[in-house]
């Protein structure tokens, strides 16, 4: 069955630019996660989704960082006027229910680079 | 606060060694989970295995085992006989389960780079 997709893979911005990232999670899962990846670091959380509702994005490092899923499937983190520390991997993971505990299933994430 | 602590930046190795991946992990919640993730370098992370704080029981699964150790706070995990293609970046995480706490959310340590040699 699919997993968890998202696009593009990779992405490069100019300073200042808008950018959008996709993430189509698997079929029917409740929940919805964002990660922030630094080089050489573990992921960092930004955001989570239950459904359509964003029941928290308190990792969401600044304003300039926006996430949506309007339907409750597919969702997108966008970055307003990107700055060069916004440079690194965005993973997307989604896991069947709302819970503790349940197994995230990650996409393979987009890689920013911003110049 | 959850932190989670993987000292063990990389690690090489020769195929067919047994190589231990240490994780060491904080929390002052009653009830959590503890994870370990496999991320090759396509990027993807890849579940491995999932423990509650109440289940202590070592877990063994083919060449992979795991032992928690909740007096030490501790979810180390084993390989063995490694092979090449063991070769990825390897996360511990945790989530929490007190009130507060976001649904799921994963901590993640800085993640061990294993390279196995053949």
């Known amino acids: 069955g699919a997993g968890v997709s998202q696009s593009p893979r990779y992405k490069v911005a100019k300073r200042g630019q808008d950018v959008a990232l996709r993430c189509d999670p698997i079929?029917?899962?409740?929940?919805l996660f964002w990660y922030q990846q630094a080089l050489g670091q573990g992921p960092e959380f930004l955001t989570y989704f239950q459904n359509e509702a964003q029941l928290d994005k308190s990792g969401l490092p600044s304003d300039r960082f926006f996430a949506e899923r309007p339907e409750g499937s597919v969702s997108t983190l966008k970055i307003q006027r990107t700055q060069q520390e916004d440079s690194a991997v965005y993973l997307c993971?989604?896991?069947?229910?709302?819970?503790?505990?349940?197994?995230?299933?990650f996409g393979p994430g987009t890689r920013l680079t911003v110049t | 606060a959850q932190k989670v602590t993987q000292a063990q930046t990389e690690i090489s190795v020769v195929e067919k060694e047994d190589v231990t991946l240490d994780c060491v992990y904080e929390t002052r919640d009653t009830t959590y989970y503890l994870f370990w993730y496999k991320q090759p370098p396509s990027g993807e992370l890849v579940f491995l295995i999932r423990r509650n704080s109440f289940d202590e029981q070592n877990e063994i699964s083919g060449r992979y085992s795991w032992n928690f150790q909740k007096s030490t706070s501790s979810f180390n995990f084993t390989i063995t006989a490694s092979q090449v293609v063991d070769s990825a970046v390897y996360f511990c995480?945790?989530?929490?389960?007190?009130?507060?706490?976001?649904?799921?959310?994963?901590?993640f340590g800085r993640g061990t780079q294993l390279t196995v040699w053949p």
């Open positions: 993971a989604s896991s069947l229910a709302s819970g503790y505990g349940y197994e995230q299933y």
């Open positions: 995480a945790l989530s929490g389960t007190d009130r507060g706490s976001t649904l799921g959310r994963l901590y």
């Open positions: 079929s029917g899962h409740v929940s």
